[in-house]
């Protein structure tokens, strides 16, 4: 029970991240007309009540250009903001025909541009980290926008 409860929240943070959601928060228990608490951080209403929970679409959703795919990934296992970032960054860069690749830690995603024919997979992305406990629990590849 436990896995199918943890696929179906990575599916559920791939979506939201594919749609540029940054974060949710579902404070008052995500119950419309529950109290509020002062700086909660949910939607309210006049009068304190919760409009249920509160999506903002901070993170911009990257775009493939003719001429290069575009992958984003949900990375797992980065536990500190200012080393985890570059390591993940310099593993995956050393993938040939990887050509960029931003990170953030903060969302727990990494942007990876690369030659048009290359096909990433998660195993070999896994691969480039060489059991340093990072993993991808999910990988989209971005529809190249039309010309």
């Known amino acids: 029970m436990r896995n199918t409860q943890l696929k179906l929240f990575v599916v559920a943070m791939v979506v939201l991240l594919s749609a540029g959601v ?5 404070h008052c228990d995500g119950e419309k007309g529950a109290p509020c608490e002062k700086g909660a951080g949910c ?5 304190g009540a919760c409009e249920g929970a509160a ?3 901070s993170a911009a959703t990257p775009q493939a250009h003719p001429g290069e795919a575009v992958y984003v990934l949900a990375i797992e296992g980065m536990t500190c903001p200012e080393a985890c970032p570059p390591e993940v960054k310099e593993s995956i860069e050393g993938i040939h025909g990887v050509r960029s690749v931003e990170v953030s830690f903060a969302d727990k995603r990494a942007v990876v541009r690369t030659d048009p024919d290359l096909e990433l997979t998660t195993a070999e992305i896994d691969k480039s ?3 340093a406990g990072y993993f991808v629990s999910a990988l989209e590849k971005v529809p ?4």
């Not at 940054?22 to 579902?26: G, T």
């Open 22 to 26: 940054r974060s949710v928060s579902a």
């Open 43 to 47: 939607e309210k209403a006049a009068g």
């Open 55 to 57: 999506a903002s679409g």
């Open 129 to 131: 980290f060489h059991n």
């Open 144 to 147: 190249a926008k039309a010309k």
